[in-house]
């Protein structure tokens, strides 16, 4: 490949701005008591779709020829993703297909549907959402758009930190959540381009650390049987993400899931938003000190804000739940 | 009573400044779409103590003389307006005492302790926090802030409404929660001071419906058992509140207890903010038609966003939930 730069999120950045949200840049006084450092948050949960993914999906979409677009984009992912690209799609006017496994939660089926993406469902093993996903490419000649790997998504995906420092200004530090690495490398594109001294942290549950082992050893180790409830993060790198990740990032950290549900609940508690528990790891990660950031301008990506509280709402109304929450599908 | 006059509420305002947040106007064009109107969120959920009741709370501190402020302040509650008391009794250094009932959920004791409230337990007898608060007075000399009937807690609500109008310009109606009126009163008070064309509206639980019972029947009904997850609003109404409702208020609308869960789990998803209960009433009084809002701008406060999460939390990581949530006590 040829590595993408900062030209290309800045012109990523200019052909997404009609139909993204600028988010905002919140600060907690208690939260940097907490930290001894001043944290900065860049609120993708505000984001259309209620995450980050809605900015590469739609460089994606946004990058191809009339000719391209009009055969559609296709994907396997039940995630964020997902929903992000039948939006984008729609935006296009195009059609986006989605191969989704028959399992999948019908709370994220109903999201891509809303979206107007066109599913279909494969059987529910390892592989088959990836067949399932190139037979459609050879049938229709519709575009794959990968959910972290593809370049326009990484571009698309390097303009949160674009933005976050055109507005937080100094920041000494930023940290990513890390899954597939879409996000990290976008951030790492950007941060590198602009010839920032800012170090740039990838943060990843130690459930699903393959991005941390695999950066250790030179090539990639997929994620095996990943167990952990930040369901954005249970993909492994490409390659891609993997070279971009081992030549432009400074250091990869590992959470613990109760390290994650405390970040979580501490966002929710102190700045009262709603964030997906992908979004509290680089959280847990300044909390619980696996970076030292006393006295620093902390900027923390949050994600996304896609949860599902049917069972605490219904809990609410006296109906007991009928069973511990559900640890989701892959987010793609 | 001498009524209080806008004056008294732009003066409250320029007292309470520089201890409050000047809280942010949200929108979502998925719930303007929903309901067919422009609606604009004024979020004291982002508060300082995560509700409006801070406003009040600093009003009423802050409007006494250094005499009877050395002699500290009291109240019976235990729901935000404690916290909210607590919080701005430190900011002036003096003390606040806090009457809670022995039975008091353990997380409400510990808000109040965080900043720095020194609680009397009674006994959860329903005259006894009442007793308790007034034998304080007595002996100690110092001044009981009632939650809701305090003259100057009531102008210091008032400062959300003059906020939100000075933001959002154009509103054609404004909701708030309803429980002991101190925050309908204020607002009530803002907008006929102003001169506004604004539909003042209070939203009530159908299941602690007194103030809506009482302004029909010309005189204070008090709420008895009220039964509703809106822990904010199970109070009843006083002298004060009672007559600036009567007197400035254009409707009172009541909703159901699922209309509240459904409006709150709307709020979540849609905005990904943190709201409790008492906040979600006037969302569920829009989004199920108590009220014409049709092409309208309309104004809703959302009044706080502190909710228990902690068996929510728990349940991520597999442990299963002790019980349904507890519906708690009243927030005073």
Known sequence: MERPNLRDVREAHDRIRPYIHRTPVLTSASINAMVGARALFKCENFQKVGAFKFRGATNAVFSLSDEEANRGVVTHSSGN??????????????????????????????AVEGY?????????????????????????????????????????????????????????????????????????????????KIKVVGCEPKNADDAYRSIRAGRILPSVNPDTIADGLRTSLGDNTFSIIRD???????????????????????????????????????????IRVTDKNVGIILSGGNVDFSQFFQGMLGNPPPQTP???DSNG
């Open 81 to 110: 993703h997902a929903a992000a690209l039948a939006l984008a799609a729609r935006n296009r006017g195009i059609s986006a297909r989605i191969v989704m496994p028959s399992n999948a939660p019908s709370v994220k089926i109903a």
């Open 116 to 196: 107007g993406g066109n599913i279909t469902f494969c059987e529910p093993k390892p592989l088959a959402r990836e067949e399932a996903a190139d037979l459609i490419v050879k049938e229709t000649g519709s575009t794959l758009v990968h959910p972290s790997n593809d370049l326009s998504v990484i571009t698309g995906q390097g303009t949160v930190a674009l933005e976050f420092i055109e507005t937080a200004g100094d920041l000494d530090v930023i940290l990513t959540p890390l899954g597939g690495g879409g996000l990290l490398s976008g951030t790492a594109l950007t941060v590198r381009g602009l010839g920032a």
């Open 248 to 290: 432009l990032v400074d250091d990869i950290v590992l959470v613990s899931e109760e390290e994650i549900v405390a970040a979580m609940q501490t966002i929710f508690q102190r700045m009262k938003i709603v964030v997906e528990p992908s979004s509290a790891v680089p959280v847990a990660a300044v909390l619980f000190e696996k």
């Open 326 to 328: 559900r640890k989701n």
